[in-house]
């Protein structure tokens, strides 16, 4: 699925945004952009409350349309309405959404459902194992914890199919060991050849999978590059 070929033989942009830039109003959320996401890399968006880095998620997963510039994904404009994006872009939103009345179980045969998975029975029972969630699956969102819903968010991406993935600070509500896990499994999903696009406030996340990290501020892109340069920039680094 994500094998088409530039010209020049470099694997093509899986995303492809190009002067993007998103007004509120008279507010200057995102300045114009351009971002290039290959299958197999991770890109990290860093940047302080308010820094447009939600902002410039939505418009790569399609739910919101750029003010300005364009925004492709797999050569096409990018919108949430389309059944291609829908079938291969997974978000994490940094919103936890649930039905009170389905259990964790229920949540992610719902998704497996949606998107045509098969054998999703064996394949949700090793999601919840790897979220830690197995003793939870008969729970109801109602009662787990915080961080055990993010879990269930992050599960929920996981039981279906993805070329991209998108994640709005999926460290949020995560204890230590639960952050170093998502690690691990953000570099898997590089491995797999999903192409990773998130927004997080842990420079040690960014560092650990981010191929290049793009830093906002006000909207602006104030830095880019590999994780420990711009970081190094920022003054977050040794
Ligand atoms: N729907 C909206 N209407 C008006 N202004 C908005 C809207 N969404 C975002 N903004 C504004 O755009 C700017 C960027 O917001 P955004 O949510 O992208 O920041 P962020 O970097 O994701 O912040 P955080 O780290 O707090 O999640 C902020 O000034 C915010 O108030």
């Excluded at 998704?111 to 029972?125: K, L, R």
């Excluded at 009662?143 to 998108?166: E, I, K, M, T």
């Excluded at 650990?208 to 994780?227: F, K, N, S, W």
Aim: glycine share 10%; charged share 25%.
């Amino acid at each position: 699925m994500t094998g088409s070929t530039a010209p020049h033989g470099a694997p093509a942009p899986l995303l492809r945004l190009r002067g993007v830039s998103r007004t509120y109003g008279e507010r200057k959320a995102l300045l114009p952009l351009d971002l290039d996401l290959e299958p197999g890399t991770c890109t990290a968006l860093f940047g302080h409350n308010g820094s447009g880095k939600s902002t410039l998620l939505r418009i790569a997963c399609g739910r919101d349309e750029p003010t300005s510039g364009t925004a492709r994904f797999a050569g096409r404009k990018i919108s949430e309405d389309d059944p291609e994006v829908r079938a291969r872009v997974a978000v994490v939103g940094d919103t936890v959404a649930t039905y009170p009345d389905l259990t964790v179980r229920e949540h992610l045969e719902l998704v497996t459902v949606a998107h045509a998975v098969e054998d999703a029975g064996a394949w949700i029972d090793e999601v919840l194992a790897d979220r830690r969630l197995s003793g939870h699956a008969q729970a109801l969102p109602g009662s787990l914890s915080s961080g055990q819903l993010q879990s269930l968010l992050l599960a929920a991406a996981l039981v279906r199919p993805r070329d991209l993935l998108v994640l709005d600070e999926p460290e949020q509500r995560l204890d230590p060991d639960a952050r170093v896990r998502l690690a691990e499994l953000l570099n898997g999903e590089k491995r797999d050849g999903v192409a990773v696009l998130l927004a997080t406030h842990q420079p040690e996340l960014a560092e650990t999978v981010a191929d290049r990290m793009i830093a906002l501020e006000d909207g602006r892109v104030i830095a880019e590059g590999p994780p420990a340069e711009v970081l190094g920039e920022l003054g977050l680094r040794g």
